[in-house]
């Protein structure tokens, strides 16, 4: 899809997702700068909603073998790493994980040492390739010098070629939710790779030299760069680019959004034209991972109407008579009348409306911060969280000077015997 300066829609092409990556985005590229005409000079970014294909690779096990590596002994014995992963995807990722003795408390501090004899012990008995290795550690996004520590201990060891996933850079601070993502994202790299090279070929051939950018799992936006780094943060991307969609060609900011696709119906809710957020961590592949997705109830296409119904009705049950947003290829089949809903919206491109939605997205920086329950140290630590997320999303590929904070949570904690609270800061500002 092309659209102007004004967000006007100029051309849409197929992307064949059955053809190779690099084959279907220049195939698409070519026929949407030759029937909108135009000035391949004057193309300033390019955006691409890719989770359906880092998908299909966990789906086929296409991914890169990973050694674990969790500090927090003797703190984390309880739950070993990758415990409640499915069977066939631990055997596909994981060649051995390892529990070594090191973490931070809530504020920083040091709890133990970091042992890095017992990180080179456990690279050297590995058997069989190793093309990753995921690193997390207690508290790591506030006190991250052990992470990368160890990261040092392994490219001693395994040499500086070897693709090395920190948690702390993933940002969430729950333990479990957070290794998991690490190993995820070190597991996609290969597939990230790939599809990067493919994408920047494309534009090549294009002749564009605009900056690429990719769709985050809360539809925001980051830069080539920083995507191919956090690959896993692309995962399932689709739903919120179609919820952003749908509030950008309405102009309605509350409203339940039906995404009518050619195999599944995604059903969702936006709130002050955001996606509304699942009360729970988010899970891929049956895997928690903690990140920010939107809440959204996912029907079979051919599902009877009485189902689609209910969700809707599920969906917008706080909203009182909610309009509904038809977007999607198959948004012809959603009934013109549901119960409870004020009016059915059909915008006229709404089959691009996820297209649109990544168009027209921000880049987002997120960080949090845990302190104790005191006005000090809670200014202290939402100072510290906002500074963190706005470097987040620089990085990400944020302008640096129309950055604004689009969210702040206060959330008590049960780490310690003196009340403490976690602060989370989300800021966001148009690409660069």
């Given amino acids: 899809m092309a659209i102007d300066g004004r967000d006007r829609l100029l051309a849409r092409a197929q992307l064949e997702t059955t053809d190779e990556p690099g084959v279907a985005l220049a195939s698409a590229i070519r026929q949407l700068v030759a029937d909108a005409g135009v000035d391949r000079a004057l193309v300033t970014r390019v955006m691409l909603g890719t989770g359906r294909t880092l998908r299909r690779a966990l789906d086929d096990r296409a991914v890169q073998r990973v050694a674990v590596i969790r500090i927090g002994s003797p ?15 631990r055997d596909a990722v994981s060649v051995g994980e390892v529990l070594v003795g090191g973490g931070a408390e809530y504020d920083g501090r040091a709890a133990a040492a970091l042992d890095e004899p017992a990180i080179a012990r456990f690279l050297g008995t590995l058997d069989g390739h190793v093309d990753a ?15 990368l520590a160890a990261a040092t201990v392994v490219h ?15 940002g969430t601070l729950g333990l479990i939710e957070r290794e998991n993502a690490a190993v995820l994202n070190a597991a996609l790299a290969g597939a990230a790779q790939r599809l990067a090279a493919a994408l920047e070929q494309a534009l090549r051939s294009a002749r564009i030299a605009a900056e690429p950018f990719l769709s985050r799992s809360d539809g925001a936006l980051m830069a080539l760069r920083f995507a191919e780094r956090f690959p896993v943060l692309m995962l399932d991307s689709g739903p919120a ?3 952003r969609g749908a509030v950008h060609l309405t102009g309605v900011d509350d409203a339940v959004v039906v995404d009518a696709g050619s195999i599944v119906t995604d059903v969702g809710t936006v709130v002050r034209g955001l996606p509304r957020e699942a009360p729970s961590s988010a899970e891929i592949a049956g895997i928690r991972v903690g990140f920010r997705m939107p809440d959204v ?7 009877a109407p009485v189902a689609l ?15 509904v947003i038809a977007v999607g290829r198959s948004s012809a089949l959603v009934a013109d009348r549901l119960p409870r809903i004020a009016r059915v919206l059909r915008p006229a491109t709404g089959d691009v409306a996820a297209a649109i939605g990544a168009a027209v997205g ?14 000090d140290r809670r200014h202290e630590a939402l100072e510290a969280a906002r500074d963190a997320a706005m470097t987040l999303a620089v990085h990400a590929g944020a302008d640096p000077d129309r950055l604004h904070v689009v969210g702040v949570e206060n959330q008590p ?5 003196e009340p403490v609270v976690r602060t989370g800061v989300t800021v966001a500002g148009p690409p660069v």
């Fill in 156 to 170: 001693r060891e395994l040499g500086p070629g070897v693709r090395v996933s920190l948690s702390h850079e993933l």
């Fill in 241 to 243: 680019n179609a919820m």
């Fill in 133 to 147: 290795v995921a690193i997390t550690g207690i508290f790591s996004p506030v006190a991250p010098d052990q992470e």
């Fill in 75 to 89: 703190l984390t014995h309880a739950v070993p790493p990758l415990a409640a992963w499915p069977a066939a995807l």
């Fill in 309 to 323: 119904a209910e969700a809707v009705d599920r969906a917008g049950a706080d909203l009182g008579s909610p309009p």
């Fill in 413 to 417: 904690l049960t780490y310690d015997a």
């Fill in 297 to 303: 109830r996912r029907l079979a296409r051919d599902a």
């Fill in 362 to 375: 921000e880049v987002t920086g997120r960080a949090d911060r845990v302190s104790a329950d005191r006005p």
